[in-house]
């Protein structure tokens, strides 16, 4: 590998700017590299999320699907998995009812069940395809779940990506699985990256990547997994 060091970011191409905004300011080096889409997907057309007790978002793209949709959370109390939610919520102007700061469904599932002991009826905004937590826990705790999804998650295909060059010193920052299936199916080169949680980080350990795993889900704590100075608040 050859040329400069860098951080990659890999996320898609509208959330990758605020990350490479605060690296820049903060001295890095950064190349934006999206390896994931998003396609919206029709909205059932029996789903109305006022009527249920709780909406929980998982991801900041949820929010955003979510709100892009004309969705409003009404009566709906909510409730979002980690920082970066919250601040997508924030964004779109929905109120983060129980500030948990998870990192992953299974411990947001057992954060929320420990705010709310009743049963109710909780909608999940998110993927088509997603992981079976939280809703396995909640299910199982007496809630009724419903998913409602808005998007289809899908790789970047090797012919649409650039033709780039690492450094030894790269970090790439992954945040999806589908975003290290679509580097690995474009460059035979293995870099090493760090993973924004386990479910990522799981995909990329047998790819081959030298894999750091972020303590909480965001850029902060992300750089920190990287060995580099903490990011100024």
């Known amino acids: 590998m050859t040329g400069r060091s860098r951080i990659i970011l890999t996320r898609q191409r509208e959330r990758n700017a605020s990350w490479a905004a605060r690296l820049v300011a903060a001295g890095h080096d950064v190349l934006e590299l999206p390896l994931i889409r ?14 249920f007790d709780w909406v929980l978002f998982t991801s900041p793209q949820g929010v955003k699907a979510f709100s892009a949709a004309g969705l409003a959370t ?6 979002a998995l980690g920082a970066g939610t919250a601040a997508a ?13 998870t990192g992953d469904g299974a411990a947001f599932a057992r954060a929320f069940l420990a705010e709310v002991p009743n049963p109710g009826r909780v909608l999940l905004p998110g993927p088509q395809r997603r992981l079976a937590e939280p809703r396995t826990s909640l299910e199982a705790a007496g809630f ?11 790789p970047v295909p090797a012919t649409d990506l650039p033709a780039v060059e690492f450094a030894s010193g790269d970090r790439v920052f992954f945040c999806s699985p589908s975003a290290v299936r679509a580097f690995t199916d474009a460059w035979a080169e293995r870099p090493r990256c760090v993973a ?23 850029l902060s704590a992300m750089v920190r997994a990287a060995g580099l100075d903490p990011l100024p608040e």
């Open 196 to 218: 924004i949680g386990e479910t990522t980080a799981d995909a990329a350990r047998p790819a081959g990547f030298e894999t750091a795993v972020a303590v909480t889900p965001d």
């Open 89 to 101: 919520l924030a964004d779109a102007g929905l109120a983060d009812d129980l500030g948990l700061r």
């Open 38 to 51: 998003y396609e919206a997907l029709p909205l059932p057309v029996d789903v109305d999320p006022p009527t």
């Open 144 to 154: 009724e779940v419903r998913e409602l999804p808005l998007y289809v998650t899908s």
């Open 74 to 79: 009404g009566s709906a109390r909510v409730a």
